[in-house]
């Protein structure tokens, strides 16, 4: 009889940890949902909105990522190829002023003072 004891004192213990697991995973699932999310952006813990307004913009661009992920995710890519090419087309054109001044040091070494020419 001892052991049948044991054996249900290990299943009681076995289905309170499973309990408690089953209610950390609904918190959890719970924190996750965008309506907690919005509730909990809401209150701020009391302070002033404009007291935290990196807080602001980091929760609307949460929220924008959570509701037009697509569309953010399309503009964050063409926001990006827009900055590659713009360094790119910055490089050349230093490029190119540089052999531009290059060019106008040679023409410059080329052409005789004009007080010889007389």
Known sequence: MSRMTDLEGRRQALLARCEEQRLEVAYRLAQIRPMAQLGSWRHLGGVRPSGRSFAWIAALTGLLLMFR?????????????????SS???????????????????????????HENK
Not at 93 to 106: C, E, F, P, S
Request: aromatic share 4%.
């Open 88 to 114: 790119r087309a910055t490089a050349v054109l230093k490029v190119i002023a540089q052999i531009r001044a290059l060019y106008g040091a040679v023409k410059a070494a080329r052409t005789p003072p004009a």
């Open 69 to 85: 992920t697509r569309r953010v995710l399309t503009g964050i890519t063409w926001v990006t190829g827009l900055l590659a090419l």
